[in-house]
Each structure stands twice: as structure tokens, then as C-alpha cells.
């Protein structure tokens, strides 16, 4: 999977929660890739571990959407803790 496919994958799995939020988190993920570089994108991606893993970690702050399409991408409560490091990180 490269930097395109995961985006777009990212976008699809957002589907749902508020535009304006939606709009942030690909804002976010768009600008950490670019800020890493094209070179270190692989390394990124394998940070990441996969857009499911992300979007779970988005939604989890949104309760009223559906979560089902992410539920099985792993625990929420990592997500999240994973989602907070990697924004201080920036």
C-alpha cells in the first residue's frame, strides 16, 4: 500500500463522522506524510499500521457513528493512545 492508497482508504473509512472533522484527520495524516517526506514514506505507513487502525482511533471520539466498518481493527483505547503519541510527534 502506498501514501495514495492509504488516504483514500483513510477517506472512505471516515465516511460518516462530521465533514469538518473529517476534513482535520486527512488535513492531519495529509500533512505527516508530506512533513516525513517521500522517502520515509514506507516507514510511515508501517507506523501507522493500517488506515482501519487510524480511522478506529478518529472514530472512537465520535460515539454516535457507526463503527462497525473499524470495530475489528483492533482495540479502540490503543488506538487512541497511539493517535495522541503520534500528534505530539509532529
Known amino acids: 500500500m502506498n501514501r495514495q492508497e492509504f488516504m483514500r482508504r483513510l477517506e472512505q473509512l471516515l465516511e460518516g463522522i462530521p ?11 495529509t500533512s505527516y506524510f508530506e512533513d516525513a517526506g517521500e522517502e520515509n514514506e514506507e516507514k510511515i505507513i508501517r507506523e501507522l499500521e493500517s488506515p482501519e487502525k487510524v480511522a478506529a482511533t478518529i472514530r472512537a ?5 457507526n463503527n462497525s466498518e473499524t470495530a475489528s481493527s483492533g482495540n479502540q483505547q490503543e488506538s487512541s493512545e497511539d493517535y495522541l503519541e503520534l500528534q505530539s510527534a509532529v
Open 19 to 29: 465533514e469538518e472533522e473529517k476534513r482535520e484527520a486527512i488535513a492531519y495524516y
Open 61 to 65: 471520539d465520535f460515539p454516535g457513528c
